[in-house]
């Protein structure tokens, strides 16, 4: 099984940044995809960005440019770096990993980390 922490949420002003952290412990095994989905009150969960373990990335069109995902497969954390961030933005921010290996199937979810942009 695979568990999840995330981690650098918090209050911030239009235009501030925030870098999001998740670790990842348990049974990674083979290939698989780390993201962060963010759901805003009312709204569905949405993808904000992807990166496979072969660091290939995927991004939402709102967020190309303003955001960036990272990870550390030594360490197996991911990260999301978030640079002029909007009111918009406000949302909780989820971390995921989910296997992408035919024989091996996972999808696992961290608690959420709450991100306000707000003045």
């Known amino acids: 099984q695979v568990q999840l922490v995330e981690s650098g949420g918090g209050l911030v002003q239009p235009g501030g940044s925030l870098r999001l952290s998740c670790k990842a412990s348990g049974s990674i095994f083979s290939a698989n995809v780390m993201g962060w989905y963010r759901q805003a009150p009312g709204k569905e969960r949405e993808l904000v960005a992807q990166?496979?373990?072969?660091?290939?990335?995927n991004y939402a069109d709102s967020e190309k440019g303003r955001f960036t995902i990272s990870r550390d497969n030594v360490k197996n954390m991911v990260f999301l770096q978030m640079n002029s961030l909007k009111p918009e933005d406000t949302a909780v921010y989820y971390c995921?990993?989910?296997?992408?290996?035919?024989?091996?199937?996972?999808?696992?979810w961290g608690q959420g980390t709450q991100v306000t942009v707000s003045s």
């Open positions: 990166i496979t373990s072969g660091g290939r990335t």
């Open positions: 995921n990993c989910r296997s992408i290996d035919i024989l091996i199937q996972y999808d696992a």
